[in-house]
């Protein structure tokens, strides 16, 4: 139920209105390098769409997805850094304490007004997105671009926290504009889940749902992973 104090509440329906059951697929957002297993997971879940009565068109790239995660890096990391350092090292999580090291050489040089930029900014971003996805109500993106990573990648070094941080392009940039996506498995690959991303616009997680319900019908039931192996 409504609450006044919830500054944030929205009266948004569970079901939005009724849209065109239309589609983009984007392979490579921004030049993203993909391993072939996640491609072909992307092409997969199209054609399950089109299957399930979706029109889906393939594009080349999306409204400005490296800007955004530029904009969600400096709004993580503008300000209170030192204080976010000093805490992780009394806490003393090796994982924490590795992507502090990481990421401090991105803070050194941000201006004293970084965050005001940002958020200027990502207005402006926030307003091509909400005009491409009333044209694609639902959008295909790389949940990462590679398979499952071996445990504690990104605690190897700078080679391996840049991989992970490349690698997860996606999942940095649209949160930044508080876009909603989900997450579908459709297949198994060497042991390890590989799916797509469904991206609607905000308050349209009803798209998301109905497109990967759409999508999982149409595939094989995917067994749980053993962790442990």
């Known amino acids: ?37 996640v491609e072909a997971a992307l092409r997969d879940a199209a054609r399950r769409l089109v299957d399930a009565g979706w029109t889906v068109d393939e594009i080349d790239d999306t409204p400005p997805m490296r800007e955004a995660a530029l904009l969600q890096e400096q709004l993580w990391l503008g300000d209170g850094f030192d204080a976010l350092a000093n805490a992780v090292e009394s806490d003393g999580d090796p994982g924490a304490a590795a992507v502090i090291a990481a990421v401090r050489g991105k803070v050194r040089d941000l201006p004293a007004d970084v965050i005001s930029r940002a958020l200027v900014r990502r207005t402006t971003l926030t307003r091509q997105w909400r005009l ?12 990462s671009s590679e398979l499952p990573f071996p445990d504690d990648l990104d605690r190897q070094g700078p080679e391996g926290f840049e991989r992970v941080w490349e690698a997860q392009l996606t999942l940095r940039a649209l949160p930044a504009m ?3 996506g989900l997450a579908v498995t459709t297949a198994i690959v060497n042991d ?27 595939g094989v039931p995917i067994v749980a992973i053993d962790s442990a192996r």
């Not at 491409?132 to 949940?143: A, E, I, K, Q, R």
């Not at 590989?194 to 319900?213: F, I, K, P, Y």
């Open 1 to 37: 139920a409504p609450d006044l104090r919830d500054p944030w509440y929205v009266p948004v329906p569970i079901d939005g209105p009724a849209v065109p059951k239309r589609a983009a697929l984007c392979v490579r957002p921004r030049g993203l390098e993909v391993v072939p297993e």
């Open 192 to 218: 390890v889940p590989v799916g797509v991303q469904v991206v609607a616009a905000h308050h349209r997680e009803d798209l998301c749902l109905l497109a990967g319900r759409d999508i999982e019908a149409r």
């Open 132 to 143: 491409f996805l009333d044209d694609y109500p639902v959008l295909l993106l790389p949940v």
């Open 178 to 180: 508080g876009l909603p």
